[in-house]
């Protein structure tokens, strides 16, 4: 008691001072112990491989198998020496059982007690081994059978052990065919949205040059590169257009199946000579 209550007494001073302390560092130990108990568990877990597991069991079941089958193989040499043992002292007892009878024949009746005396004492001998022969036999059958019964379940957990080999196998091979699946639709993925971002970005670029392009065409924009526009410019390349157009439609309708060269541009002439030739209302007041 006084030992107990000085480690109780010193836990106490480590641990703030009161009891309250005391189970509070005590709860504290615990439960750094759970902590590095389960990362323990954990790493265990990574490193263990079910293949190399049940391998190694299996290998054990082997070794235990053999042990037995020794253990067969010593109880058997025991009662086969036992077994010699008695044979050698029954033809012991027949030999001593032929000294007496030989004694006997020439009188010498305290040989034949002596020889007869000894052939008692090897009886004995040979009852003590015959027990533990019976002994020897009955543990040898004993073993047999275990031995029997370890090997079948050694066969079948061999067996099933190598059902599950497979199967983990499979399973592993197939979690990572699908591993790499994923991978390949994550890079896909990827690829889709540089693709995305690339046509985003194009249509970005396009959108500011036509913008631009229409203000350098309206003059909100100079052109520093070229000459500089103004609205007469803009105008005069408009009729410069428009003549363009103008002359492309009267080829058009030279090529025409039955148009004539000068018709058209014949009646443009006179249409314009008409026009000239007119009195402009200014000079017709001047001639009044």
Do not use: W
Request: charged residues 30%.
């Amino acid at each position: 008691m006084p030992a107990v209550r000085f480690r109780r007494t010193q836990l106490t001073a480590l641990c703030g001072g009161t009891e309250n302390g005391a189970v509070e560092g005590m709860s504290m130990f615990q439960r750094l112990k759970t902590i590095f108990g389960a990362k323990a568990d954990k790493a265990l877990d990574k490193m263990e491989n079910p293949n190399e597991t049940l391998d190694y069991s299996y290998k054990k079941q082997l070794e235990l198998l053999q042990k037995v089958r020794r253990g067969v193989a010593d109880v058997a040499t025991s009662r086969k020496r036992l077994e010699l043992q008695m044979n050698q002292l029954t033809q012991q007892q027949e030999k001593l059982q032929g000294q007496a009878q030989k004694a006997m024949e020439i009188g010498r009746e305290d040989l034949a007690r002596e020889a007869l005396n000894r052939k008692s004492g090897l009886s004995q001998q040979i009852s003590d081994l015959e027990a533990q022969h019976q002994n020897l036999l009955a543990e040898e059958q004993k073993l047999t059978t275990a031995s029997q019964r370890l090997q079948a379940k050694v066969d079948s957990f061999r067996t099933r052990k190598e059902t599950l080999k497979a199967t983990y196998n499979a399973a592993e091979a197939q979690t990572k065919i699908g591993e790499a699946f994923t991978g390949i639709s994550e890079e896909f993925g990827d690829v889709n949205m540089a693709i995305q971002r690339a046509e985003d970005k194009t249509n970005e670029l396009q959108a500011r040059a036509g913008a631009v392009d229409e203000l350098l065409a309206s003059g909100a924009l100079d052109d520093v590169t070229g000459t500089q526009r103004d609205d007469i410019a803009a105008q005069l390349d408009a009729l410069s257009s428009d003549q363009d157009v103008e002359l492309e439609l009267q080829r058009m309708r030279q090529s025409l199946p039955g148009g004539s060269a000068g018709g058209p541009r014949a009646a443009l002439e006179a249409e314009d000579a008409q026009t000239a030739g007119e009195p402009q209302p200014g000079q017709g007041g001047g001639q009044a």
